[in-house]
């Protein structure tokens, strides 16, 4: 067994060792984006990446499952910036196995929802359109006098980001068992969470308005579907989309496959009889 990680500043020892926060991290690390997919994103591998904490966290086999089914939830962001939720995400289901009336699930959501984004672009700025432009340029322009050391450009560049990832991870995991615990003592749990539902929420509203589009095409004389609708409200139609699929899944459990073939269907008939 490793280590087991402790923090005198904390009331209560992690249950975690040092070898069960590696594999964790190692699996987010090597298949935190295999299973890739456009109903869930990133949730799969990042459950992947979780389970070994969740398993050593969570004795009883309700409170695994409950917790698993958590993570597996929509979540997509830049992976090496991504450690800074990892590592707190850890921590706060540490906190909530020892304090579960004081930590909800919707918290450890809320959280992930709310920083997801905010580090997507802190990451994709940095680690993509930064670092790998730079050493892609540098590496190719070595490459084209025929220098062998292009490749060692990229090797560094791609251990560099492991060592970065893998501090960033460290850095979350330790600093949020400390700010968790200290949050719990102060009582500013409350607004926390009222804080991360907000931040998630227009996060949320600012995808949905960026990547939800339906522009009618409907022209009668004068008469124009699309001029009348934005004098009314401007983006009323993706809103009514956006709306109406949360109610189909929130109150009608309707399944996400259902829903995409509707919205295929409508589609297709609406661009037939000339509404789009």
């Known amino acids: 067994?490793?280590?087991e990680v402790k923090k005198p500043s904390q009331e209560t020892e992690s249950v975690l060792t040092?070898?069960?926060?590696?594999?964790?991290?190692?699996?987010?690390?090597?298949?935190?984006?295999?299973?890739l997919n456009f109903e869930r994103m990133q949730s799969v591998g990042w459950c992947n990446a979780m389970a070994p904490a969740l398993e050593k966290i969570y004795t009883k086999k309700?409170?695994?499952?409950?917790?698993?089914?958590?993570?597996l939830q929509f979540f997509n962001t830049e992976l090496m910036f991504g450690n800074l939720i990892f590592g707190p995400a850890i921590a706060l289901e540490e906190e909530k196995a020892q304090n579960p009336d004081k930590v909800s699930g919707e918290l450890i959501t809320s959280f992930k929802t709310g920083t997801?984004?905010?580090?997507?672009?802190?990451?994709?700025?940095?680690?993509?359109?930064?670092?790998?432009?730079?050493?892609?340029?540098?590496?190719?322009?070595?490459?084209?006098?025929g220098a062998v050391s292009s490749i060692a450009v990229l090797l560094g560049l791609v251990v560099g980001?492991?060592?970065?990832?893998?501090?960033?991870?460290?850095l979350g995991y330790t600093t949020g068992r400390m700010s968790f615990?200290?949050?719990?003592?102060?009582?500013?749990l409350n607004e926390l969470l009222d804080g991360a539902n907000i931040l998630g929420m227009f996060m949320m509203g600012a995808l949905s308005s960026s990547l939800v589009v339906?522009?009618?095409?409907?022209?009668?004389?004068k008469f124009v579907l699309k001029d009348t609708?934005?004098?009314?409200?401007?983006?009323?139609?993706?809103?009514?989309i956006v709306f109406g699929v949360y109610y189909l899944i929130r109150k009608k459990n309707v399944s996400t496959a259902k829903i995409v073939i509707l919205l295929i269907a409508i589609g297709i008939l609406g661009s037939l009889i000339g509404l789009f």
Request: proline letters at 4%; charged letters at 20%.
């Open 1 to 3: 067994m490793g280590k």
């Open 18 to 35: 040092q070898k069960d926060l590696n594999k964790c991290y190692r699996r987010l690390s090597l298949w935190g984006e295999t299973s």
């Open 62 to 71: 309700e409170d695994l499952a409950e917790a698993l089914q958590r993570h």
């Open 116 to 145: 997801m984004g905010p580090v997507a672009a802190i990451g994709d700025s940095i680690h993509w359109a930064t670092a790998w432009t730079l050493a892609i340029a540098f590496a190719g322009a070595l490459a084209a006098k």
């Open 161 to 170: 980001c492991e060592i970065v990832a893998y501090a960033l991870f460290r």
């Open 181 to 188: 615990a200290q949050i719990m003592k102060s009582g500013l």
């Open 214 to 221: 339906l522009i009618p095409a409907l022209k009668i004389g």
């Open 229 to 240: 609708l934005d004098g009314i409200l401007p983006g009323m139609l993706p809103l009514i």
